[in-house]
Structures are given as structure tokens and as C-alpha cells.
């Protein structure tokens, strides 16, 4: 036990040695020596203590030969703490002032896979997948013969993937809890911003499902256009689709909808 209890004193004394030579060095006032120390951080991964160290001394080097290696280190190291946004924001800095060092290209692609590292669940807020993708295809137009354009154009896929995702449940959701016009104005926003779409001819369905039960409900004065509207949609659907799942369905929707306008004039 007082093998133990001894053991304990020495690792608790070692380690309060240590965070008091770290704050000795942190705050000597020795730029030079502080710089060679957060170097030897990063290089060891200790990356919280690099950032520490290099947040004391980067306005002192900031025009210096060092500059660009502590800048690049220094915005690696926040996305190595996973500080995303503030890593981001570093290589993109790195990469203007920098214009012609070796890690430009790097630090550009560095800055919107930052962003793609913060696209989250596509029922989230998605202006951080927005921002990756508008960098990787500035990223794309720099460099296009590039590995790394490879890269991006398939981030790029996924991502758009999840926004594609996200607006047509936006739609769904409309349809669901029976908000039709909602729902036909953002299923149309669905196929507009997503043309290749997989789920054109579900969406298209809904259009005319969601626009079909709208004209049902509609005051007499909106009907007869709500119900011409339906038929638009569900002429085109037949035209792209003549072998739909839901070809009947649609059939039925132009019969019902016909006879509707037909009594609506003869009224």
C-alpha cells in the first residue's frame, strides 16, 4: 500500500512538473525557443499543445521565412483536434497568402474537406455541406487534371446525394400532413436543383397526387385551374413514364379530373 501511495505522489508530482514547465515555456518570452517547442508538439501529435504554444508566437513570425510552415502546421493542427471550422478557415488563408508555396494545393482542398468533415445528417441544417461543396469545385476548376479532383467530384456526389435527400423529405413531409400546395411547389424544387434524380417518377407522382387532392379541396374559383394544372402533370408523367408503377393510377386521376372541369363549366 505505501508502495502504491508512493507511486501515486511521484506521478501526481511529475505531471504538475510538467504543466509547470509548460507554462514556463509558454510564457518565457522566448519566441524562438517556443517555436522549436510546438514544432516538437505536432511532430509528437500533442496537437493541443502545439495550437497552445503556436497561438503565442505566430504574430511573431507573420512576414518571417518560418511563416509558412508554422501556418500550415498550425491549420493542420486544428483539424487534427477536429476544430473543423477554424481549420477550415486557416488553410484558406494559408493557401491566399501563400500563393506559391508547394502546400497551396493541398491547403485548398484541406479547407472544403474541412467543411465536408462538418456536412452532418441530411435532416440537419446543411449550410457547412453547401460550403464544401462550393470549395471543392472552385478546388475542381484549379485543378482538374488532379487525383484530388477525383477526390472531390465524389465528395461532391455524396454530398449532393444528402441535399437531394433532404428536400425531397421536405417534400414528403408537405404530403404527409396534407399541406398539397407546399408540397407540389417543393417536390417541383426537388426535381429542378436534382434533374438525374432516382426518385424523378416517385416525385413526379406525388406532384400529381399532392395537386390532384389540392384541387379536390379548393373554393370553386380556384378549381377548374387547379384541376387543368393536374392534368399537365399527369400528361407529362404518362409521356416520361408509360410503363409506370403507377401508370393506373394516373389514368384514373385524368378521368377524375376531367369529368371535375366538365362539371364545373356546365355549372
Known amino acids: 500500500m505505501n508502495l502504491y501511495k508512493g507511486i501515486l505522489v511521484f506521478v501526481v508530482l511529475f505531471l504538475a512538473s510538467c504543466k509547470s514547465e509548460f507554462e514556463a515555456l509558454r510564457t518565457s518570452n522566448q519566441p524562438e525557443k517556443v517555436y522549436k517547442a510546438a514544432n516538437k508538439y505536432y511532430d509528437n501529435k500533442e496537437y493541443d499543445r502545439a495550437v ?11 512576414g518571417r521565412k518560418e511563416a509558412e510552415d508554422l501556418f500550415y502546421r498550425y491549420a493542420y493542427a486544428h483539424y487534427h ?37 462538418l456536412s452532418p445528417n441530411f435532416k440537419l441544417d446543411q449550410s457547412y455541406t453547401e460550403k464544401a461543396i ?24 455524396d454530398m449532393r446525394r444528402k441535399l437531394e435527400q433532404k428536400s425531397f423529405e421536405q417534400g414528403n413531409l408537405y404530403y404527409k400532413i396534407g399541406q398539397y400546395q407546399a408540397a407540389v411547389t417543393a417536390f417541383q424544387n426537388t426535381l429542378k436543383d436534382f434533374p438525374e434524380s432516382k426518385k ?8 400529381i397526387r399532392s395537386s390532384y387532392v389540392l384541387a379536390e379541396n379548393s ?3 380556384k378549381r377548374e385551374d387547379r ?7 399527369a400528361k407529362t408523367f404518362q409521356r416520361k413514364y408509360p410503363k409506370s408503377r403507377w401508370a393506373g393510377d394516373v389514368k384514373k386521376i385524368i378521368q ?12
Open 200 to 207: 424523378a417518377e416517385e416525385i413526379r407522382w406525388l406532384i
Open 134 to 157: 462550393e470549395g471543392f469545385e472552385q478546388f475542381i476548376n484549379a485543378y482538374p487534371e488532379t487525383e484530388r479532383a477525383q477526390e472531390a467530384n465524389k465528395l461532391i456526389d
Open 81 to 117: 483536434l477536429g476544430d473543423f471550422i477554424l481549420a477550415s478557415t486557416y488553410f484558406k488563408n494559408f493557401a491566399t497568402t501563400f500563393g506559391n508555396s508547394q502546400n497551396k494545393q493541398e491547403a485548398e482542398y484541406m479547407s472544403a474537406y474541412s467543411n465536408y468533415r
Open 52 to 62: 497552445a504554444l503556436y497561438d503565442v508566437v505566430i504574430q511573431f513570425y507573420r
Open 227 to 233: 384541376y387543368n394544372q393536374c392534368l399537365e402533370f
Open 256 to 267: 377524375d379530373s376531367t369529368s371535375e372541369i366538365n362539371k364545373i363549366k356546365k355549372a
Open 219 to 221: 373554393v370553386i374559383e
